[in-house]
């Protein structure tokens, strides 16, 4: 949308031999993995050259393995246990919802039928009612995918800083070794470039975070 973000969504009918109301938790997540993989050939061919240096540089050449978070609306869930907080039973329940939205950090009941698990690498909504909290929900999404991009940002960084400071020894032994010289104006060169796709990338989180508007709560 206007502020940067992209958000991708499917309608899962069925995987395998299971129908859509009877996937297993090992399935779902395999299905979201592949998500995130096509998802990013997705992108690549239709983001221009500049963007897609900004991902190659944040991502140090693994951008087309970059992990996304999920958000997975459920109508129901199997089997049915009192309260959210019961599914963190540090064994199978648990195991499950970490193959789909990564480590549990919030399991929340949401009045009598509904609930949410916000995890590590995504969120699990559960119920019809979780539905009328899409747009609270997204919200909270693009506020993620700014807080990881600036995560990522600062990891960047400080990479390219010791990349600086081992230039800078290099140059500095430069007459002790043939061909160095050359090798070392190269470098610069590249991170010069890094340097600007950075500071493109603040500019727009910049201008993401100003024009994020919180959301009323249904």
């Not at 239709?46 to 190659?56: C, E, G, M, S, T």
């Not at 944040?58 to 246990?81: C, H, N, S, T």
């Not at 909504?125 to 995560?151: M, P, T």
């Not at 940002?153 to 160095?180: M, N, Q, W, Y």
Request: aromatic share 6%.
């Amino acid at each position: 949308n206007a502020n940067g973000v992209v958000l991708y969504g499917l309608q899962l009918e069925g995987i395998q031999e299971r129908e859509w109301d009877d996937v297993a938790p090992a399935l779902l997540a395999r299905a979201v993995k592949e998500m995130h993989a096509d998802s990013s050939a997705l992108l690549n061919d239709v983001i221009a050259k500049l963007q897609r240096d900004v991902l190659q540089c944040l991502f140090q050449g693994r951008e087309m393995e970059r992990v996304k978070y999920v958000w997975i609306g459920a109508d129901a869930i199997e089997p049915r246990l009192p309260k959210a907080s019961d599914y963190r039973d540090h064994g199978r329940y648990e195991n499950e919802l970490v193959q789909m939205v990564g480590e549990v950090q919030v399991a929340l009941d949401l009045g009598q039928d509904d609930m949410l698990f916000v995890g590590s690498e995504g969120l699990l909504s559960v119920g019809h009612g979780a539905r009328k909290s899409e747009a609270v929900v997204v919200n909270f999404l693009q506020l993620h995918a700014i807080d990881a991009c600036v995560k990522k940002f600062f990891v960047r960084a400080r990479v390219l800083t010791d990349s600086l400071l081992s230039l800078h020894k290099a140059i500095l032994h430069s007459d002790e070794s043939p061909g160095a010289e050359a090798e070392g104006r190269e470098q610069l060169q590249s991170a010069g470039y890094d340097l600007q796709l950075l500071d493109t990338v603040m500019v727009h989180v910049f201008d993401s975070i100003k024009g994020w508007k919180a959301v009323d709560r249904p």
